[in-house]
């Protein structure tokens, strides 16, 4: 049994059942869609053909991200008993939270100064490779490791985790502002799939712009080849997420089960 709580944000998306297998509490963001605010409970207010309904339907999502009321609230039951806490945020290149779990955590050390202690390590990653990194703690976690000892695997291996993305869908680029309407046009009519990944300040970056979808897929299996640790050798994990597009997903998954049995 580790000496400490180790804990993330629903950002890491995964699954209810695998955050509660590998005892990791988590504290969950909010969006908001047609002036309705749902609590990012991962899909047990509302399913993922409902969310992806509405954004299909023209819906836009606005998220937000966890406050500092909400951290002193799900830590505070770990520091008033004395239980020491290391906490995983979302990318500071992303959201604001890494800031705003610092300001709880120095709330609750000076709320309880002979109790627990909350330590808040950035992730500098998003979605699943957030949620890589987090299971890849709990490994450490679970081989014995302290609390310093966890911080210090994740602080020295987490820049060597790679995050990589497309979307066949220029829609959502143009309605948040990411893009113009004539770049929209162009790239929707030929096609194009920008291909983007998490830098090492963990912010978004465009890396190629890609035609066509099925070259799209075969790009993800080629630039997960030229990077994986150990090539063809790789014994590691690789988590792949979809929003609404299970097939493709599955396109790249059996592209790269080819190239690492």
Same mark, same amino acid.
């Given at each position: 049994? =580790?000496d %400490?709580? #180790?804990?993330? !944000?629903?950002a890491? @998306?995964?699954?209810?059942?695998?955050?509660?297998?590998?005892?990791i509490?988590?504290?969950c963001f909010?969006?908001?869609?047609?002036?309705?605010?749902?609590?990012?409970?991962?899909?047990?207010?509302?399913?993922?053909?409902?969310?992806?309904?509405?954004?299909?339907?023209?819906a836009?999502?606005?998220t937000?991200q966890?406050?500092v009321?909400?951290?002193?609230?799900?830590?505070?039951?770990?520091?008033a008993e004395?239980?020491?806490?290391?906490?995983l945020?979302l990318?500071?290149?992303?959201s604001?939270?890494?800031?705003s779990?610092?300001?709880a955590?120095?709330?609750?050390?000076d709320?309880?100064?002979?109790?627990?202690?909350v330590?808040?390590i950035d992730?500098?990653?998003?979605s =699943?490779? %957030?949620? #890589?990194?987090? !299971?890849?703690?709990a @490994?450490?976690?679970?081989g014995g490791?302290?609390?310093?000892?966890?911080?210090?695997?994740?602080?020295?291996?987490?820049?060597?985790?790679h995050?990589?993305?497309f979307?066949?869908?220029?829609?959502?680029?143009l309605?948040?502002?990411?893009?113009?309407?004539?770049?929209?046009?162009i790239g929707?009519?030929?096609?194009?799939c920008?291909?983007m990944?998490v830098?090492?300040e963990?912010?978004?970056?465009p890396?190629?712009?890609?035609?066509?979808?099925k070259?799209a897929?075969?790009?993800m299996?080629?630039?997960?080849?030229?990077?994986?640790?150990?090539?063809?050798?790789y014994?590691?994990?690789?988590?792949?997420?979809?929003?609404?597009?299970?097939e493709?997903?599955?396109?790249?998954?059996?592209?790269?089960?080819?190239?690492?049995?």
């Amino acid at each position: 049994m =580790s000496d %400490f709580v #180790l804990t993330c !944000e629903s950002a890491a @998306d995964r699954t209810r059942e695998f955050f509660a297998s590998r005892n990791i509490p988590v504290v969950c963001f909010h969006y908001e869609i047609d002036d309705v605010v749902y609590t990012d409970d991962l899909y047990q207010s509302i399913t993922p053909d409902e969310f992806f309904a509405q954004i299909a339907a023209g819906a836009m999502p606005k998220t937000s991200q966890v406050s500092v009321g909400e951290y002193e609230e799900f830590w505070e039951p770990f520091v008033a008993e004395g239980k020491d806490v290391l906490h995983l945020t979302l990318s500071s290149g992303i959201s604001g939270t890494y800031g705003s779990a610092c300001v709880a955590a120095q709330m609750l050390a000076d709320r309880y100064p002979q109790g627990g202690k909350v330590r808040v390590i950035d992730s500098l990653a998003a979605s =699943s490779g %957030f949620g #890589l990194l987090a !299971e890849c703690a709990a @490994d450490v976690r679970d081989g014995g490791a302290s609390l310093d000892e966890t911080a210090a695997w994740i602080e020295e291996h987490k820049l060597n985790l790679h995050h990589w993305f497309f979307s066949t869908d220029l829609s959502s680029y143009l309605r948040g502002g990411r893009i113009s309407a004539a770049s929209a046009i162009i790239g929707t009519a030929l096609k194009i799939c920008p291909l983007m990944t998490v830098d090492c300040e963990g912010g978004l970056s465009p890396r190629e712009k890609i035609r066509t979808k099925k070259r799209a897929i075969s790009e993800m299996a080629k630039t997960m080849m030229a990077h994986v640790q150990d090539g063809a050798e790789y014994s590691g994990k690789c988590i792949m997420s979809h929003s609404a597009c299970r097939e493709d997903a599955e396109a790249v998954a059996a592209l790269i089960e080819e190239q690492v049995p």
